[in-house]
């Protein structure tokens, strides 16, 4: 008998404690909460934020896929770049004509700025021309500095094959 | 609702309102759950450069007819401890999701000739997405086949300039 009264205590207790005194039902909304942050923290820590990309606009020759120094009338400047490393980690950039090897794609966007300025003429094609087995950052670099310093027309030397 | 309320208030009962942080953290798990399944489908994972004062102007859409993206994967990625003799070695080209072998370039300029036909005429153009780590001697011969299939106009993929770098 006692234990019977206990008993319907307890579900007073319970219908007191979810608000359903009045006849109401009230979902329990603890465990989907639980769940729920147990979700948003998994894809908080998990989702990787991607670096935006872009393009660099170019041009290929028509002919061959390479770039056809005998079609312009200008003398082209060329950009040699030779690998740095054991593993190739960095790259010297070295101008035609000058004898100095660049280090840094600031040195090279100095250099190409200051030909532009000296020849008054920014139709001087740019051949880049990646020796050996240069990583492609380095070429994209010369790429990227000759366009910052305005050049229109710039392509790519041929390699074997 | 009010009667409620207005009894809490009169016994001295303190709740939360739990509704709109409900709402919020709903909204953040799809977002969480929309933005994570787009990153997956649209490219595939590799590492561009980003260039000093990178010149690289954002892309406006992946999904462009008039384009095709051609993606060289770097074969380092595919070897779990440092092997000096897949640096800077391409395992492959990706083009939609379809694997082309790298060096077969005849296939892709087939590819590339087969995309260009469908697309609208004049604008179309190839995006050169390549991994920083391959060799240029690897990039090379997928502009040539560019060029064989009488494409002139190539973009090169680079990651955008951060805004107050330079």
Aim: hydrophobic share 40%; aromatic share 6%.
């Amino acid at each position: 008998m006692a234990k019977e009264e206990e008993k319907h205590e307890h579900h007073r207790t319970r219908g007191r404690l979810r608000g359903t005194g009045k006849g109401k039902i009230q979902p329990p909304l603890t465990p989907m909460i639980d769940v729920t942050f147990l979700l948003l923290i998994f894809f908080v820590l998990t989702a990787s934020v991607s670096p935006e990309e872009g393009n660099i606009p170019g041009t290929l020759p028509r002919a061959a896929g390479v770039a056809a120094e005998e079609d312009v009338p200008l003398r082209p400047i060329r950009i040699s770049i030779y690998p740095v490393g054991s593993k190739r980690e960095a790259a010297q950039f070295t101008l035609e004509g000058e004898g100095t090897s660049l280090e840094t794609p600031s040195e090279l966007y100095g250099r190409l700025l200051a030909r532009r300025d000296a020849l008054g003429t920014d139709e001087i094609p740019i051949i880049i021309d990646p020796r050996g087995n240069v990583r492609w950052k380095f070429a994209l670099e010369a790429y990227n500095q000759a366009i910052r310093a305005r050049y229109k027309n710039v392509g790519f030397a041929p390699t074997g094959g | 609702m009010a009667d409620e309320k207005k009894q809490q208030e009169q016994r001295g009962e303190v709740s939360f309102n739990m509704t709109p942080m409900i709402d919020c953290v709903f909204l953040l798990i799809i977002f969480f759950l929309l933005a994570s399944s787009f990153a997956s489908e649209r490219l595939p994972q590799l590492q561009p450069h980003r260039p000093e004062d990178s010149q690289a102007l954002p892309r406006e859409d992946t999904e462009t007819p008039n384009k095709i993206i051609i993606n060289i994967l770097s074969a380092e990625d595919e070897v779990l401890s440092e092997d000096p003799s897949v640096s800077g070695v391409a395992s492959h080209y990706n083009i939609d999701g379809s694997r082309i072998d790298a060096g077969d370039t005849s296939t892709l300029a087939d590819v590339i000739r087969e995309r260009k036909e469908r697309a609208r005429e004049g604008d179309f153009f190839v995006e050169v997405r390549a991994d920083w780590r391959v060799s240029y001697e690897e990039v090379a011969p997928v502009m040539r086949a560019a060029a064989r299939a009488e494409i002139e106009n190539v973009n090169l993929t680079a990651l955008t300039a951060v805004a107050g770098e330079y």
